[in-house]
């Protein structure tokens, strides 16, 4: 089973058991309502013996796996928390339309090349580099004098 992590713009939010779940970012962007997904954010939530058994036995509804428990250095339980934060949508602004530019009389006239550019060989690649001619001889084997 993968990972499903909750939605919210807290973690607050995000803990509660009624939150929605999602394993992928377009999932999530999907069930946000509204709200655009910033990041799949982990924080992590300093708690007591008790609470960090509360929180991993809670069932939290569609989320599972976003809850993973560690200890610091004086063997403290500290539960780190993926999820899926939430902000909200910026109004994307509207560009203005561009006035069209006259189409040109002649279909050829926005042709900026000519037949002298391809005749006179500037496209061709430039002189091939010298290849020393001994060059495996870098990579000759040594004779056996038996």
């Not at 960090?52 to 069932?59: N, P, Q, S, V």
Request: no cysteine; glycine share 4%.
């Amino acid at each position: 089973m993968s990972h499903a992590y909750p939605l919210g713009q807290t973690l607050q939010d995000a803990l509660k058991p009624e939150a929605k779940a999602a394993r992928t970012i377009a999932e999530a962007e999907a069930m946000a309502d509204g709200f655009r997904v910033a990041e799949l954010a982990i924080d992590w939530v300093n708690v007591s013996e008790s609470e960090a058994e509360a929180m991993l036995a809670a069932d939290s509804g569609d989320a599972h796996g976003h809850l993973q428990r560690y200890e610091d250095e004086a063997g403290h339980p500290v539960i780190a928390v993926s999820w899926w934060r939430l902000e909200a949508a910026k109004p994307v602004p509207k560009r203005k339309a561009k006035a069209k530019e006259p189409e040109p009389a002649e279909a050829e006239a926005s042709d900026h090349t000519d037949d002298l550019y391809f005749r006179r060989g500037r496209t061709k690649p430039s002189r091939r580099r010298y290849v020393d001619p001994r060059q495996l001889d870098l990579f000759r084997q040594s004779k056996d004098k038996s």
